[in-house]
Nanobody, 122 residues
Framework: VQLQASGGGLVQAGGSLRLSCAASGRTFNRYGWGWFRQAPGKEREFVASVNWSGDNTYYAEFAKGRFTISRDAANNMVFLQMNDLKPEDTAVYYC????????????????WGQGTQVTVSS
């Protein structure tokens, strides 16, 4: 199983980025998906999660209203649309997958991507 995250980059405050996570290696029906991030000097934290069908989502408080997680089940893709980015959003963003329901706890996830760097300048 491989998860490949992409779409990170350098953006000014107030800008937008769309992260993508491509999954391969198996059929991902009935998998929950999550995005997490780790800023320099900080622990990795939950950002957002989506269930296998894409019709149920959950967000960290800081992500509500600015970030949107979505799922393309046909192509084994998960996305994180990030709007109104702030310098404090600067981090490496990771996608993750787990068998079963979505979850906000990173210890519940079985598969992880390599991360994509997001840098927001002020």
């Amino acid at each position: 199983v491989q998860l490949q995250a992409s779409g990170g980059g350098l953006v000014q405050a107030g800008g937008s980025l769309r992260l993508s996570c491509a999954a391969s290696g198996r059929t991902f029906n009935r998998y929950g998906w999550g995005w997490f991030r780790q800023a320099p000097g900080k622990e990795r934290e939950f950002v957002a999660s989506v269930n296998w069908s894409g019709d149920n989502t959950y967000y960290a408080e800081f992500a509500k209203g600015r970030f949107t997680i979505s799922r393309d089940a046909a192509n084994n893709m998960v996305f994180l649309q990030m709007n109104d980015l702030k310098p404090e959003d600067t981090a490496v963003y990771y996608c993750a997958a787990r068998w079963g329901t979505m979850d906000h706890q990173q210890r519940e996830y079985h598969y992880w991507g390599q991360g994509t760097q997001v840098t927001v300048s002020s």
